[in-house]
């Protein structure tokens, strides 16, 4: 939710900044999920006129992590899907485990892929794109591995420590070249992402006005709080 994001935006700034810190290491809390994206709870309340200023926020969100200039690895625990499948693409590495899922199932919530399929098109083809976009289906770890979307496959009592392992090696490398790689890398890729940023805004004002991702996120909400005990 807005809180989590403003701390999120906050920690990784904090930390960048600070000489305490090396290497940053994002992962989830537990076993289940690494992150599993957009809390639905929220989205069904977004309405056109709010949704503007919320998109604007995830941006901001998104921005910080691509900003970090030290190294950044994902330990993905869990289910990494939407917004969170977002946020381990845009860290430097990833390390997974096999019975992971990961994807961006943001159609099948009546939301248009835009800023995910953006960041995909940086890591894979035109092709394997397409079908994780437009089908919103979420693949395995080991799947991804094969992709190249996850780096490091391990087993997943090892996932946190292997991420720990790359951040301890990166950080161990000369801090000016690294910085200025990584600033390499950024740098052709911010125009394309602000573009996505500004399409994601008026897309997501298209799907909003049939009212058909509130109505799907709503159908969602209604069976997941019947489930409940």
């Not at 390390?95 to 940086?122: F, N, W």
Request: charged share 20%.
């Amino acid at each position: 939710d807005g809180r989590l994001r403003l701390a999120l935006t906050q920690t990784l700034r904090e930390l960048d900044a600070s000489d305490a810190a090396g290497a940053i290491v994002l992962t989830g809390c537990g076993d289940r999920a690494f992150c599993a994206g957009q809390d639905l709870d929220e989205s069904a309340t977004i309405e056109p006129s709010t949704l503007a200023a919320w998109l604007n926020r995830q941006h901001a969100m998104y921005q910080a992590v691509r900003d970090v200039t030290k190294p950044l690895v994902a330990a993905i625990n869990g289910t990494a899907a939407g917004a969170g499948f977002q946020m381990a693409l845009m860290c430097d590495l990833r390390v997974a485990h096999a019975g992971i899922r990961m994807g961006q199932p943001e159609v099948k919530a009546g939301l248009a892929s835009i800023v995910g399929s953006y960041l995909l098109s940086l890591q894979v083809g035109h092709s394997v794109n397409q079908q994780l976009s437009l089908t919103g289906e979420l693949i395995s770890g080991q799947r991804a591995h094969e992709l190249g979307l996850v780096n490091d496959l391990v087993a997943p009592e090892q996932v946190l420590p292997q991420a720990m392992a790359r951040a301890r090696s990166l950080a161990a490398l000369p801090g000016a070249a690294l910085r200025t790689t990584k600033q390499r890398f950024r740098e052709p890729t911010q125009a394309g992402f602000e573009e996505a940023c500004s399409a994601g805004i008026r897309y997501q004002l298209e799907c909003y006005s049939t009212g058909e991702p509130t109505r799907v996120m709503q159908r969602f909400l209604a069976r997941r709080n019947a489930a409940r005990p």
